[in-house]
């Protein structure tokens, strides 16, 4: 069964930084892109980034560009997202998902996604 599980959330000061985690069992994430999304109160979902399978490609919203950053742990099966800079407008659930199985590429679009984790949250206030 494939199971997606972040943690590292939590609340920070605005300017603070978190690195959140995302941890895969059920099957290998070798062969598989990771997205990353988040969701505030009363808002649609977001995707904030993406790293492809081979670790090679990314994709950020433009609302976190240079603030956040994606990477992945193949041999211990995780995903991470560094957030700095934290704003307020930051604060939201956030998510890992990933898409059906050797689905290699990215995607913005929540829709790509097959598996959800059960979101981390976010809070980021004075």
């Known amino acids: 069964q494939v199971q997606l599980v972040e943690s590292g959330g939590g609340l920070v000061q605005p300017g603070g930084s978190l690195k959140l985690s995302c941890l895969a069992s059920?099957?290998?994430?070798?062969?598989?892109?990771i997205g990353w999304f988040r969701q505030a109160p009363g808002k649609e979902r977001e995707g904030v980034s993406c790293?492809?399978?081979?670790?090679?490609?990314?994709y950020y919203a433009d609302s976190v560009k240079g603030r956040f950053t994606i990477s992945r742990d193949n041999l211990k099966n995780m995903v991470y997202l560094q957030m700095n800079s934290l704003k307020p407008e930051d604060t939201a659930v956030y998510f890992c998902?990933?898409?059906?199985?050797?689905?290699?590429?990215?995607?913005?679009?929540?829709?790509?996604?097959?598996?959800w984790g059960q979101g981390t949250q976010v809070t980021v206030s004075s």
């Open positions: 059920g099957f290998t994430l070798d062969y598989n892109a």
């Open positions: 790293i492809s399978a081979s670790g090679r490609a990314t």
């Open positions: 998902a990933t898409p059906r199985r050797y689905s290699t590429t990215c995607s913005s679009s929540s829709n790509y996604y097959t598996y």
